[in-house]
C-alpha cells in the first residue's frame, strides 16, 4: 500500500494546485486522478481570471430566470425538463440563497479568494516557470443594447462597492480601436483587474512542478472507497490502496458522489459548460471579450482561440449538445468579422461543481479529523486555484490562513 503524508483525490487544476501548495510546506503528496490529468472542468474553459466575476450566479431572479428559459434549449443558463429529485432539491435551496442579502455577502467573500489567487498567479507563473500564455491586460464585457447595459447595471454598482475596478468606454470609440469587433457596440466594460492563460498549458504546467518537486501523480486510477479514522485515512479503487495521514476530495463536480459512500453531504450538482476551440483566425480581440447579451465568452491566445462559455443543468448526461455548441457561434457571429478560425480543433464539454450558495467547500469534512473538502467552485476554479491550493496547504498543516476559512467551512452544510 502506498503511503504519503496527504493523499489528494482529483487531478484538475485545484487538487493540483493544493499539492503543489502542500508540498512547499514540505509534506509529500500523492494525486490520484481517475482520468487524465485535467482532463474535466479544468481543461476546456476560456482561460480569464476574473475578480469581476465576484458576484455569484445564486441571484435574486435567477431561477425565475432558468424556469422561463426551460424550452430554451440554447439558452446560457439552461434547466433541462427531466425528472431528477435531486436536482430539484438542489434547485430549491440555490433560490432560498438567491437573496440580495446572500448575493452581496457572497459576493465581498469571492472576492477576497478571487482577489487573493489573482495577486498570486504572476508569482506562481514565474516561480514554476508555467508556460501557460499568462496575460495580464484585463478583460472586456461588450454590451449591443442599452437594455442589456441598464440590465448589468445592479451588479457593477455591486462590484464597485466591494472595489472592483472597472473602467467604461464608449462603444464607437472602442470599436475604432478593436478591428475585430463589428460596428453596433453600446458600451464596453473594461476590467482591468482580470487576466487571462490557456487553462490546459495551466494545468499541465502544475503536474509537472508537481513531478519535479517529488509528488507523485497516478492516472487512470478510480477510487471507489474512503475509510477515514483517527490514524488516518485509506483510498481504495480497483487499481490499488493508496494510505495518508491526511487525504483531500478535490474531484469537483464528481465529489457530491464519492462523499455519499462517507455519509457526508455536499450540496454540489454539475453545471455542463461548453466551449469549441480553432486555430488562430487572422483578425482576433486584444483582449479576452464577454459578449454580454449572448453569455460568450471569447478568448484568443499565440497558439488558439476558444468561444465558451453557458451553463447547462442537465445531471451527468454525456451527450454533446449540438445546439448549444451551435449557439457559440451564432453568438460570436453578432460581435465579430472573424467570430470562428479557420480549423475546428475541438469541441468540448466538462461539468463545473456549483454549490448551493455558489462559495467553494474548503476545509475539514464534518465528523472527520483526516479528511478534507476542495470542492464547489463553480466556473471559477481556475481563477481561485492559487489561493485555493495555499489556503488548505494551511489549514492541512495548521498554519495561520491568509483568508478567513469560516465562509468556506464544509461544516455550514452539516
Not at 516561480?127 to 484585463?138: K, M, N, S, T, V
Not at 471507489?224 to 469537483?252: C, H, K, N, W
Not at 455519509?263 to 476551440?277: A, C, E, N
Request: charged letters at 25%; one cysteine or more.
Amino acid at each position: 500500500m502506498d503511503r504519503s503524508d496527504v493523499v489528494i483525490i482529483g487531478g484538475g487544476v485545484i487538487g493540483l494546485a493544493c499539492a503543489l501548495a502542500l508540498i512547499e510546506q514540505g509534506r509529500s503528496v500523492r494525486v490520484v486522478d481517475a482520468g487524465r490529468v485535467g482532463g474535466g472542468s479544468s481543461h476546456g474553459n476560456c482561460g480569464t481570471i476574473t475578480p469581476s466575476h465576484a458576484a455569484p450566479l445564486a441571484a435574486p431572479g435567477s431561477v425565475a430566470k432558468a424556469l422561463r428559459w426551460m424550452l430554451t434549449p440554447d439558452a446560457p443558463f439552461y434547466l433541462k425538463p427531466r425528472f431528477d429529485p435531486a436536482l430539484w432539491g438542489w434547485m430549491l435551496r440555490f433560490a432560498r440563497h438567491s437573496t440580495r442579502s446572500h448575493w452581496r455577502r457572497a459576493a465581498e467573500i469571492r472576492l477576497q479568494i478571487l482577489q487573493a489567487a489573482r495577486d498570486a498567479l504572476p508569482e506562481w507563473v514565474e516561480r514554476y516557470g508555467l508556460e501557460c500564455e499568462y496575460d495580464p491586460a484585463g478583460v472586456d464585457y461588450v454590451f449591443r443594447t442599452e437594455k442589456d447595459l441598464q440590465d448589468f447595471g445592479d451588479e457593477l454598482a455591486l462590484l464597485d462597492d466591494i472595489g472592483v475596478a472597472y473602467e467604461r468606454v464608449d462603444g464607437a470609440a472602442y470599436v475604432r480601436d478593436e478591428p475585430a469587433l463589428r460596428d453596433g457596440v453600446v458600451q464596453v466594460v473594461r476590467f482591468p483587474g482580470d487576466a487571462r492563460l490557456r487553462p490546459n498549458l495551466y494545468v499541465a504546467g502544475l503536474a509537472r512542478a508537481v513531478r519535479e518537486r517529488g509528488g507523485t501523480i497516478v492516472e487512470e486510477c478510480e477510487v471507489t472507497a474512503i475509510e477515514a479514522g483517527d490514524g488516518g485515512v485509506v483510498a481504495s479503487g480497483p487499481d490499488g490502496q493508496f494510505r495518508g495521514r491526511d487525504l483531500i476530495v478535490a474531484t469537483g463536480a464528481w465529489s457530491g458522489r464519492l462523499a455519499r459512500r462517507l455519509r457526508l453531504r455536499i450540496p454540489v450538482q454539475p453545471g455542463k459548460g461548453y466551449s469549441i476551440t480553432y486555430s488562430r483566425p487572422s483578425l482576433v480581440p486584444r483582449r479576452p471579450l464577454v459578449l454580454h447579451e449572448r453569455s460568450v465568452c471569447v478568448s484568443s491566445w499565440d497558439s488558439g482561440y476558444r468561444l465558451g462559455s453557458t451553463m447547462e443543468f442537465s445531471g451527468y448526461d454525456s451527450t454533446l449538445n449540438r445546439r448549444r455548441l451551435d449557439a457559440l457561434e451564432r453568438g460570436a457571429a453578432e460581435y465579430l468579422h472573424e467570430p470562428i478560425g479557420p480549423v475546428k480543433e475541438e469541441e468540448w464539454y466538462g461539468w463545473r461543481p456549483l454549490s448551493v450558495d455558489d462559495l467553494p467547500l474548503l476545509g475539514r469534512a464534518p465528523g472527520h479529523r483526516h479528511l478534507w473538502l476542495a470542492t464547489g467552485h463553480g466556473m471559477l476554479g481556475v481563477s481561485m486555484s492559487t489561493a485555493t491550493g495555499r489556503l488548505m496547504s494551511e489549514l492541512v498543516c495548521g498554519l495561520d490562513p491568509h483568508l478567513d476559512p469560516a465562509p468556506f467551512d464544509p461544516a455550514r452544510f452539516a
